[in-house]
């Protein structure tokens, strides 16, 4: 994980392959104040959404 | 000499050891009961009413001193091999099939070094006789172990073979033990992954419930849930796959419950004492559930609205199995007169039950401050 302290709000990338675990996280992290930019079941989609949008959590 | 073994009673070392000490007392003692009983054997043995073989050699000191180097040098290394195979076929009587061949090489290699020894003698002293009795004597030995070398040939082809194929069974034994801890490894990893996707659901629906009560219940199941799916991820990251240290789990556990009831502006501190035990997955279960309940208890009733405070885990193992699992808080304590048995609490009811089958005993017990619950439980060491 890598976190950009200078973000005002934090936006974050989920990679995981459960739907529903993915989901939870999505629910538990917007609840946290992140903005989820995107929730994928693959490292290479994962790779290739982190290197377009730059999360500052994944 | 021994003849090859066909019997597993020729492999009794001590009936071995027993008849190989008995042969060389009786030799020997007989040898001297002879020599003092029949003295003209000695001096029949030890005449030496010949020409020395240095007569033969002319009295050249190059080719006498030659010759006798060669001979002891011959006859020390033949002495010392012999000892050797003597030694090996002693020491290795358990585990060295046919050593009684070995103990004939010795034997035979030692009448040969005689032989070689007394060669070099008479180059001075002529005791032929005696030179013939050693020659004798190799000549018996060497022909008994040419007679039945043939004979042990196939029974070493066997051997061969043997060692092949357990071999080749080792290595598919080793290849199959691979395949079923990859196998054991999956199915480990898949049912954590499906407790974990339960765990999923439980909270996602707790999100969606309309009053903080039937959320809390869903929270409750969720923990619950995850309990059990701890044990399977400590299982698949275990050596043997089989046993987990439960103070690492319990560890993990209560910090899990801690942080689901998260209350960062009064904090309830987690502290522990937890001696390694290692447990198999039918006891870390119920123990985990059991574990859950009692933190849980502790944090939700231990510690209302704005009280901080401290839980302590203690983990307590003797040599002999018995194992005492303790939760304490410094919260408000349990209420007068709350009977374990009959509490309407479905924790409390679960830590029960649960304590039934391990065959366990529980009690919990109102401290100054907070309470303290006790779980005593029995850890087989050896099962897997």
Redesign the interface.
């Known amino acids: 994980m890598h976190a950009d302290t200078s973000s005002v709000e934090p936006r974050a990338l989920i990679i995981e392959d459960?739907t529903?675990?993915a989901?939870?996280l999505r629910?538990?992290l917007s609840r946290l104040g992140f903005s989820v930019i995107a929730a994928v079941g693959s490292g290479e989609e994962g790779v290739a959404i982190a290197t377009r949008e730059r999360p500052t959590w994944f | 000499m021994s003849l090859p073994a066909t019997s597993p009673a020729s492999f009794v070392p001590s009936r071995f050891l027993n008849r190989q000490l008995f042969a060389i007392v009786v030799g020997s003692s007989l040898t001297i009961v002879t020599f003092i009983f029949w003295p003209k054997l000695a001096g029949w043995l030890l005449s030496s009413n010949f020409l020395p073989h240095a007569y033969c050699y002319l009295r050249n000191p190059g080719l006498i001193w030659t010759n006798v180097t060669a001979d002891a040098l011959i006859g020390i290394s033949y002495l010392a091999i012999s000892v050797t195979l003597g030694y090996l076929g002693y020491k290795g009587r358990r585990d060295i099939p046919y050593h009684g061949m070995f103990l004939a090489f010795g034997l035979f290699i030692l009448g040969c070094g005689g032989t070689h020894f007394v060669e070099a003698i008479t180059v001075w002293i002529p005791v032929y006789v005696l030179s013939a009795a050693v020659k004798v004597f190799t000549a018996v030995v060497s022909l008994t172990t040419a007679a039945v070398l043939p004979f042990t040939v196939p029974h070493v082809f066997d051997l061969i073979c043997q060692a092949k194929t357990t071999e080749q069974r080792t290595a598919e034994l080793c290849a199959s033990e691979e395949r079923k801890n990859a196998l054991l490894q999956e199915v480990h990893h898949r049912v954590k992954n499906n407790l974990a996707v339960i765990c999923s659901l439980f909270y996602l629906q707790s999100t969606h419930s309309k009053d903080e009560e039937t959320a809390q219940i869903f929270r409750d199941m969720e923990n619950r849930v995850h309990s059990m799916a701890l044990v399977h991820e400590s299982l698949y990251g275990s050596e043997n796959l089989a046993r987990i240290d439960f103070a690492q789990y319990a560890q993990g556990l209560a910090q899990d419950i801690l942080a689901s009831h998260g209350r960062p502006t009064v904090p309830v501190c987690l502290k522990t004492e937890l001696e390694p035990v290692t447990m198999g997955a039918d006891l870390a279960v119920p123990c985990g559930l059991i574990l859950n309940e009692l933190v849980s208890n502790a944090f939700k009733h231990g510690f209302p609205k704005e009280r901080g405070g401290e839980i302590k885990l203690t983990l307590r193992n003797d040599p002999s199995g018995s194992c005492t699992l303790c939760v304490q808080d410094t919260g408000v304590g349990i209420p007068a007169g709350l009977d374990v048995n009959t509490s309407q609490s479905l924790g409390l009811k679960l830590v029960l039950l649960l304590t039934q089958q391990i065959r366990g005993s529980f009690e919990l017990i109102k401290s100054d401050p907070g309470t303290s619950a006790f779980l005593y439980f029995k850890v087989n060491h050896h099962a897997c």
């Open positions: 459960e529903l675990i989901e939870e629910v538990r």
